[in-house]
């Protein structure tokens, strides 16, 4: 029987991609903030009363998942905001969208053991000149989830974040700068990526193969970094 992969975040750029190219191997379900092409649930997972709801209509359809993988959030500048705004919208979008899946995963799914893979950024450890609200949500994310693998670890339940660095992929926010734009781009990667090259999706998804596979047991509140050495 195939495993059932659990993404949120499943309409996002990365998540779609991750959706198609899992789906060839395992069931894989999507949610996301609003019905899309790869989402079988939506709801605001920003608000927990909201997650709650929704976990509660997929144990009702599954009382196992084997593997989720969490890509919500975003990085863009939100200028029209206040700045006391900024940081809550970015907060609600980049932590709490996570930290509401994982404790809605273990109220409704009772601790089941589970692999749970968290997408962050570098931005959550290195000044890469992202927005501040942006880079301390990330960076609290991964100090929560190195915290929360000491409390999941007696359930048996994996816990672990790749924090990838520029991530080229096809319509995402680099391929678009890349379009306008390539000298530039082309120069920024030279002088701030030691390997001189972007993130490929790819490595992204074998990374997530990994810690979903029996391999990746012993893997536990780990952050794996995946930027060419751009933050060393």
């Given at each position: 029987?195939k495993?059932?992969i659990?993404i949120?975040g499943?309409?996002g750029?990365?998540?779609?991609?991750?959706?198609?190219s899992l789906?060839?191997?395992f069931?894989?379900i999507?949610i996301?903030?609003?019905?899309?092409?790869n989402?079988?649930?939506c709801?605001?997972?920003?608000n927990f009363k909201?997650?709650?709801?929704v976990?509660?209509k997929?144990?009702?359809?599954?009382r196992?998942?084997d593997?989720i993988?969490v890509c919500t959030?975003?990085?863009?500048?939100?200028?029209?905001?206040?700045n006391d705004k900024?940081y809550l919208?970015?907060?609600e979008?980049?932590?709490l969208?996570?930290s509401?899946?994982?404790e809605?995963?273990q109220?409704i799914?009772?601790?089941k053991?589970?692999?749970?893979?968290v997408l962050?950024?570098?931005?959550?450890?290195?000044n890469?000149?992202?927005?501040?609200e942006?880079s301390?949500?990330k960076?609290a994310?991964?100090?929560?989830?190195?915290l929360?693998a000491?409390?999941?670890?007696?359930?048996k339940i994996?816990?672990?974040?790749?924090s990838?660095g520029?991530?080229l992929?096809?319509n995402?926010?680099?391929d678009?700068?890349n379009k306008?734009?390539k000298?530039?781009?082309?120069?920024?990667?030279?002088k701030?990526?030691p390997?001189?090259?972007?993130?490929d999706?790819?490595?992204?998804?074998?990374?997530?193969?990994?810690?979903?596979?029996d391999?990746?047991n012993f893997?536990q509140?780990?952050?794996?970094?995946l930027?060419?050495?751009q933050?060393?």
């Open positions: 029987m495993q059932k659990l949120v499943s309409s750029n990365l998540g779609e991609y991750l959706f198609q789906k060839q191997k069931k894989v999507g996301s903030r609003d019905f899309k092409t989402s079988l649930y709801g605001d997972l920003s909201a997650t709650l709801e976990f509660k997929l144990y009702s359809k599954s196992k998942v593997a993988i959030g975003k990085s863009s500048k939100i200028s029209n905001l206040e900024r919208n970015s907060f979008s980049n932590f969208t996570v509401n899946t994982i809605a995963y109220k799914f009772k601790n053991p589970t692999k749970i893979i962050s950024s570098i931005a959550g450890i290195k890469i000149d992202a927005p501040i942006y301390i949500s960076s994310l991964n100090y929560y989830c190195k929360k000491l409390e999941l670890s007696k359930f994996n816990i672990n974040v790749i990838p520029n991530i992929n096809k995402n926010n680099w678009i700068k306008l734009n000298m530039k781009v082309k120069s920024y990667i030279k701030n990526v390997l001189n090259k972007f993130c999706p790819s490595q992204i998804l074998a990374l997530c193969e990994l810690l979903i596979s391999k990746g893997y509140g780990a952050n794996l970094v930027d060419g050495g933050s060393i």
